[in-house]
C-alpha cells in the first residue's frame, strides 16, 4: 500500500508565497514522476508542474517563473513552492506520482488528498 499526504496550504495575499509538500510512505521500489496538479472551483483539473527522476521539469505557462517544483529523493518527499501568488492560483492542488511499488516492482499512479490554496487580492 502506498500512501500520499500534503500539506502546506491556506490562505495567503496575493504576491505572497506557500511551500506545499507531499511525503510517499509504502513499499516503493522507484519514483519515475512527480506531478503536481490543481483543481478551481468550477474548472477542470490541470497539470501545474512536473518532475521526473532524471530532473526534467516541465511548468504550467501560467506558473512559469512562479513555481518551482522540487524533491528530496531519500524523503520520498516532492515540493511546490509558489511564489508571486495570484487570486486566479486559488485551487485545491494533489499531488500525483507514477512509481513501482514493491515486492511485485507493479506500476502504480497514485494521488494524494489535495490541499486547498486560497489567494485573497
Known amino acids: 500500500q502506498v500512501q500520499l499526504v500534503e500539506s502546506g496550504g491556506g490562505l495567503v495575499q496575493a504576491g505572497g508565497s506557500l511551500r506545499l509538500s507531499c511525503v510517499a510512505s509504502?513499499?516503493?521500489?522507484?519514483?519515475?514522476?512527480m506531478d503536481w496538479y490543481r483543481q478551481a472551483p468550477g474548472k477542470q483539473r490541470e497539470l501545474v508542474a512536473s518532475?521526473?527522476?532524471?530532473?526534467?521539469?516541465d511548468y504550467a505557462d501560467s506558473v512559469k517563473g512562479r513555481f518551482t517544483i522540487s524533491r528530496d529523493g531519500a524523503k520520498n518527499t516532492v515540493y511546490l513552492q509558489m511564489s508571486s501568488l495570484k487570486p486566479e492560483d486559488t485551487a485545491v492542488y494533489y499531488c500525483?506520482?507514477?512509481?513501482?511499488?514493491?515486492?511485485?516492482?507493479?506500476?502504480?499512479?497514485?494521488w494524494g488528498q489535495g490541499t486547498l490554496v486560497t489567494v485573497s487580492s
Open positions: 518532475l521526473t527522476s532524471g530532473g526534467k521539469t
Open positions: 500525483k506520482l507514477d512509481l513501482e511499488r514493491l515486492p511485485d516492482y507493479r506500476y502504480l499512479e497514485v
Open positions: 509504502g513499499n516503493i521500489f522507484a519514483i519515475n514522476v
